[in-house]
């Protein structure tokens, strides 16, 4: 059954909250074919706006099986706009797979990370079968580097893959392994979630987070890599959604 959608800033999120998303993963057979999860945020929808003739990565949020909004603050504008987005951040969806819904035995493919994170995911969960596939920097630009990658996703047959290589090379590369066919289970698009459950770096405190802060802490965390980001391309989403409020009334 399709769960319900509604449309802000171009993206049709899916309206399911934390609970519904779990079920929903929890009840998708392991063997059904491969469908995967974005979770757009103010970058991913600042950097879809700004590549309007990008074909592919479009169509790679478009080919999800679920578009959840990982975002508080697109949330809160949605909310302006009369739009009620559940949040489903990717920080917490992804240890909740992995923790909790994956089962002894699941085997767990990863794209991405280096050979010491799998150790680290194996001494989280030993009863698990872990598969990693480490591809080159700048896959995207790379046919060869992407066509391997999507093959390992394919024959690994696993329950669920984390594709943990960036926004947009992780939802083109769930894209092309959906439309190759063959693979199975749920391609979910981490981002640096891993980084998170292994302890590499800290999530910022829960009241933060509720705060619609836990972009200040990360950019006060790492500041030389996210200023840009958070202080220049970021505030856009406000003109974004300006023009969007205009463009219906």
């Not at 943990?164 to 092309?176: F, W």
């Not at 981490?190 to 990360?218: M, N, Q, Y």
């Amino acid at each position: 059954m399709t769960p319900p959608r509604t449309s802000f800033l171009g993206v049709d999120f899916d309206l399911l909250d934390f609970a519904a998303t779990e079920r929903w993963l929890a009840e998708r057979p392991a063997d059904a074919p491969f469908g995967y999860i974005v979770t757009p945020n103010v970058d991913h929808i600042v950097k879809l706006d700004a590549a309007p003739a990008d074909a592919e990565i479009h169509a790679a949020y478009a080919g999800a099986a679920l578009r959840l909004c990982d975002s508080r603050i697109v949330a809160k504008l949605a909310k302006t706009c009369g739009i009620d987005l559940p949040v489903v951040p990717g920080s917490d969806l992804t240890p909740h797979v992995f923790t909790r819904i994956a089962g002894a035995g699941d085997r767990i493919c990863l794209i991405g990370g280096d050979s010491a994170m799998l150790e680290e995911l194996r001494a989280i969960r030993p009863d698990l079968d872990l598969v990693q596939h480490v591809p080159p920097m700048g896959m995207l630009r790379k046919p060869a580097a992407m066509a391997a990658a999507a093959a390992f996703v394919r024959d690994a047959r696993a329950r669920f893959t984390f594709l943990a290589v960036a926004m947009p090379q992780q939802e083109i590369l769930a894209l092309r392994v959906q439309q190759a066919g063959g693979a199975i289970g749920v391609g979910l698009c981490i981002g640096a979630s891993l980084d998170f459950l292994t302890g590499r770096k800290a999530r910022a405190p829960l009241w933060v987070r509720k705060a619609s802060l836990e972009w200040l802490h990360r950019l006060l965390s790492e500041p030389r890599r996210l200023w840009r980001r958070y202080l220049v391309e970021g505030p856009r989403i406000f003109l974004l959604t300006l023009k969007w409020r205009r463009t219906r009334e």
